[in-house]
């Protein structure tokens, strides 16, 4: 069995818009007024955080990307914007090389154990 030399990870999030201002087209109506306005950075800002953790554990073996499909020019046209809408899943998708692995948090040991499980 072969191994990859590099994991991808992508986040995929729709942190909360203002009412009515979701550009997924779902017309906001899962963007409740008790949603945290800094949701959306604090979950960027996590991706940060596990990009540096996974480098430092599989050092240059790992690249994670964050995308917020709200915002990225990529959005519309992503099926991950399409599941995140339909409210199938919890915010944010995490993938792994392309792979649908996590939904509704940014489990960083789960990721680190999955991560070194598919590196072998």
Do not use: W
Request: glycine content about 12%; proline content about 8%; hydrophobic content about 40%.
């Amino acid at each position: 069995m072969a191994f990859p030399d590099k994991i991808e990870v992508i986040i995929y999030d729709a942190p909360a818009a203002r009412a009515g201002d979701c550009g997924c087209g779902c017309g906001g109506h899962h963007h409740g007024p008790g949603d945290d306005p800094l949701a959306g950075a604090n979950m960027e800002l996590q991706a940060r955080a596990l990009a540096l953790t996974l480098e430092t554990a599989f050092p240059g073996r790992v690249q994670v990307e964050y995308i917020n499909v709200l915002k990225d020019p990529r959005g519309a046209s992503l099926p991950q914007t399409a599941l995140l809408c339909s409210l199938a899943y919890p915010t944010p998708l995490v993938y792994l090389n392309g792979q649908g692995r996590f939904a509704g948090a940014l489990p960083v040991e789960r990721i680190r154990e999955e991560i070194g499980k598919i590196l072998g």
